[in-house]
């Protein structure tokens, strides 16, 4: 929440409402002390940001992200079928190059297999204890949720319960906070008074003065 915009209950009871004059004075006041939007600068108390150095995984993440392009961690091509190789009819079964080619074709349906087998058990396992491990999940979020909200409920209470104490203790002693609020400007304009009354005498002393010496 801005700090412009912020409304706190903690203000006195028994104080009269601010005119908006008076309201305009103190946002002034307060816009005044707070920063511009278009000040960068900090603090000069605060001290200097670190530098900041990523590792070549994170710079290259940041690359992409700057760059738009998808995301590819997952190499989907180790679920494929593998295809077998492209040689000739005519070509020797017995050549090395051809006997190399089939042996890394068939170590990438290897491992190609491996791979399925594995996603294949995972996929059971998910849809065998997939469910319930999810409604577990749910009901122990919504446990956590409840015992959250009850917090939330008792600290709601105690503010209502220290508002009302607060509210009730300014209430208490407001005709005497008032009481000496008039006493205070009485004495005030007593003394006011006093002073006006002895610059008076003392002008007339002056000018009585003046008057004897002529």
Request: hydrophobic fraction near 40%; charge should be negative; glycine fraction near 2%.
């Amino acid at each position: 929440m801005a700090l412009t915009t912020a409304v706190h209950d903690s203000l006195p009871y028994i104080d009269r409402e601010p005119t908006p004059a008076e309201r305009a004075a103190a946002q002034a006041l307060i816009d005044a002390e707070l920063p511009s939007s278009h000040d960068s600068q900090t603090h000069p108390s605060l001290p200097p940001l670190s530098e900041h150095h990523f590792s070549p995984m994170i710079e290259a993440e940041l690359s992409r992200i700057e760059a738009k392009q998808p995301l590819k961690a997952i190499d989907l091509s180790r679920y494929e079928a593998v295809e077998p190789p492209a040689t000739s009819p005519h070509s020797d079964e017995k050549h090395p190059e051809t006997l190399q080619t089939w042996r890394a074709a068939l170590a990438r349906a290897y491992t190609a297999h491996a791979y399925l087998a594995s996603r294949q058990n995972n996929l059971h396992l998910l849809e065998q204890f997939g469910k319930n491990s999810w409604l577990v999940g749910n009901a122990q979020l919504e446990d956590e949720l409840r015992a959250l909200e009850r917090e939330l409920a008792e600290r709601k209470t105690e503010i209502d319960l220290l508002v009302v104490e607060r509210r009730g203790a300014q209430e208490a002693v407001a005709a005497e906070v008032k009481g000496l609020e008039e006493a205070w400007k009485r004495g005030v304009a007593r003394v006011l008074e006093t002073e006006v009354a002895a610059e008076a005498l003392r002008r007339e002393i002056l000018e009585r003065r003046r008057m004897g010496a002529s």
